[in-house]
């Protein structure tokens, strides 16, 4: 009773509307145990129905696959359906996970998504997200930009401290919050097998201290008065200067660049460079840290229409081991990047949220540092930040170079594409009653259509957050109704209602599958957790699971993403197959920013020839429903 009184006073809280970009708390004090009665209040993820996935599945690969491979699997999934088989046994285990724990999902997703993952976390994983150009070009400018910014998420921090964070919504269902509390002083840390994520936000003496890096040197920078009060972004301002002074020195070893491994070559690494004290102290200086600030050295400069993609490669990995690369610790969750030039972003180990939290601590960021001025108040005077030191010794000077090697390759290979398609926005499906990330989804089939004649497997991510501890399902953009419809667009001899009418087809199936999705009843992780349940029963696997067309059906040969926010930003990633794209995407009321990567190894592959594609596929769909009334007539 107590607890349901509680939850509706949050949610008379929560319905008071947010008029800015600052978040407003729902409370300027804090209200213990809020986050926890409104988790326990959010419903458990579901076990889908085994045949509904399974039919579902069947009718996802047909646009992926030959008539025969289709017919095979056919075969496959009723022998796996057999009353009594293989499927109802993984399912009832499956059941009984969920029954048990608070989501059967989340910790078999953390591991095979991120901690067993062994590529590099650069480029391969972690995110980045570009913020609009600042107007400063200067190191004094940067400084003060960077007080500001580190002012902004503190009192961010301060909502998630306090448990003051308004309850976001989708679809009129509140979310999980958890993503939030994982997101600040905590670290990926690499394992041999298998990484794992430290954080200290819960310790009995949470961390007090951010770390900045300048020169590849970092510092420790205290945030918080003796009395517990957060510096001001004057005092902010000054720590800041004197670390910069103190790291005017360029020929450092930029250690940090070993986060940039292979994660079984730096788990070894790793466990070399903490054998000694120092550095394990100073590496676990890092890992407590609030989160990490870096101040990049300057960048060449590029045209005004390259300076966003260029952003978003130094959003990614820093510009090579020349440039900022080693100007980073890769496994830190969050780090903010502020270039002399104005450049501004952040990048983020992804194990332990998706983007929409980090974007909307942005959005409060950004608006925050609009808003707060420096006032030059009375000072005491404040100790100089501890610098952290580390003993390179020939073995991990030799681990730095082979770093510095790999992370250049990656450099080399790594194609970004930042685009922002002004034409129109969210406003324009919008005003045909369409769903404005179908549209866009739809489009992005078109373009890949044009250049391929063929459609791929597609991976957009769907919020599992209407759940407790919910992450992400999968919405496979590529289906029988978009494909018909890239088919017919480019034929002459189809009239324009026909091409409207699939259109219209096309969008309103993306938009039934992510209302699927995002309901918990998607195929995806359904489908990985019975895969998983049969590793964990010691079972042998389903050929199900090992047939051409589950191969096809995971490589996801475009891997998209909408992360919105109200800041003009975009968040960026890297393609997670070889001869893949990845493209993610803000779309705007008036117009959509893009971000599209590609490997420069596969020739198969272009991202800018994506990107011009995508643009060309909107205007085209615009042009087709604006035809729409003309051609019902
Ligand atoms: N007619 C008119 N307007 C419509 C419409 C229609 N048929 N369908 C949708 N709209 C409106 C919506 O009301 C909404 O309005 P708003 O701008 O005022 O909020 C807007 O169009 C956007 O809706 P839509 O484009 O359909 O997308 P969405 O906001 O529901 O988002 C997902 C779809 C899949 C992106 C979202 O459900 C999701 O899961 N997001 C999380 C993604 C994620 O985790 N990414 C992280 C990767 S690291």
Redesign the pocket.
């Known amino acids: 009773m107590l607890l349901s009184c509680l939850q509706l006073t949050f949610v008379l809280l929560e319905q008071f509307v947010v008029s800015t970009f600052l978040v407003r708390p729902v409370s300027a004090t804090m209200i213990p145990g809020r986050y926890l009665a409104h988790q326990e209040g959010l419903p458990k993820l579901p076990v889908p129905p085994l045949r509904q996935t399974c039919e579902r599945y069947l009718a996802v690969l047909e646009p992926l696959v030959s008539e025969q491979e289709l017919e095979h699997t056919r075969k496959l999934m009723a022998e796996f359906l057999t009353p009594g088989g293989a499927g109802e046994r993984l399912q009832k285990g499956l059941e009984r996970r969920a029954h048990k724990m608070e989501n059967w999902l989340s910790d078999w997703w953390l591991q095979t998504a991120y901690l067993d993952f062994r590529m590099p976390v650069v480029v391969h994983s972690s995110?980045g997200v570009v913020l609009p150009r600042l107007e400063f070009s200067d190191r004094q400018g940067q400084i003060r930009f960077a007080a500001k910014l580190i002012a902004g998420v503190l009192d961010f921090k301060t909502m998630i401290d306090n448990e003051t964070l308004p309850v976001e919504y989708?679809?009129g269902n509140s979310l999980c919050m958890n993503q939030y509390y994982q997101v600040l002083c905590s670290c990926r840390v690499p394992g041999p097998r298998r990484d794992s994520v430290v954080n200290h936000a819960r310790a009995k003496r949470p961390p007090t201290f951010i770390t900045v890096v300048h020169n590849y040197q970092f510092f420790v920078l205290e945030v918080y008065s003796s009395d517990g009060s957060l510096l001001t972004v004057d005092q902010i301002y000054m720590q800041l200067e004197k670390i910069w002074n103190s790291s005017l020195q360029t020929n450092k070893e930029p250690i940090g660049i070993l986060t940039s491994q292979h994660r079984n070559t730096w788990a070894k690494a790793y466990a070399n460079l903490i054998k000694d004290k120092t550095n394990k102290e100073s590496v676990q200086a890092i890992q407590k840290s609030i989160f990490t600030v870096c101040l990049d050295a300057p960048v060449p400069r590029v045209s005004d229409e390259m300076y966003r993609s260029r952003a978003a490669l130094q959003m990614l990995h820093g510009g090579g081991s020349r440039w900022n690369s080693g100007n980073r610790w890769f496994d830190k969750t969050l780090q903010f990047i502020i270039g002399e030039d104005g450049t501004c972003g952040l990048s983020y180990e992804?194990a332990p949220a998706?983007?929409?939290p980090i974007v909307s601590m942005v959005d409060h960021v950004v608006e925050y540092t609009k808003k707060t001025e420096m006032v030059r108040t009375p000072l005491v005077p404040l100790p100089m930040p501890q610098k952290l030191r580390f003993n390179i010794t020939p073995e991990i000077k030799k681990d730095i170079e082979k770093a510095k090697q790999n992370m250049n390759i990656m450099v080399h290979d790594l194609d970004v594409r930042v685009i922002v398609f002004s034409h129109f926005g969210?406003n324009v499906?919008?005003s045909h009653?369409?769903?404005?990330?179908?549209?866009i989804q739809v489009a992005l089939q078109l373009a890949y259509f044009r250049m391929y004649q063929r459609c791929c497997s597609t991976y957009?991510?769907?919020?599992l957050r209407m759940f407790r501890l919910g992450r992400?399902d999968t919405?496979r953009s590529a289906s029988i109704d978009s494909l018909n419809f890239s088919r017919t667009m480019d034929d002459p001899s189809k009239p324009v209602a026909e091409k409207v009418a699939l259109l219209e087809k096309a969008v309103k199936a993306h938009?039934a599958y992510?209302d699927m999705?995002?309901r918990g009843e998607a195929i995806d992780r359904h489908l990985l957790g019975l895969r998983l349940q049969a590793i964990e029963d010691l079972v042998s696997m389903p050929k199900v699971f090992m047939d051409t067309s589950y191969a096809v059906a995971m490589h996801y040969n475009l891997s998209t993403?909408?992360?919105?926010a109200k800041t003009d930003c975009v968040?960026c990633?890297g393609p997670v197959v070889p001869d893949g794209y990845g493209v993610?995407y803000n779309?705007m009321?008036e117009h959509i920013n893009f971000a599209v990567s590609a490997f420069n190894s596969c020739s198969e592959t272009n991202a800018a020839r994506l990107a011009q594609g995508l643009e060309d596929a909107l205007l085209d769909m615009r042009d087709l429903v604006e035809q729409m009334p003309r051609a019902k007539l």
């Open positions: 995110p989708l679809g992804h998706e983007g929409p969210k499906p919008k009653k369409m769903s404005p990330d179908a549209f957009e991510s769907a919020s992400t919405i938009r992510t999705a995002i993403s909408q992360v919105p968040m990633f993610c779309p009321e």
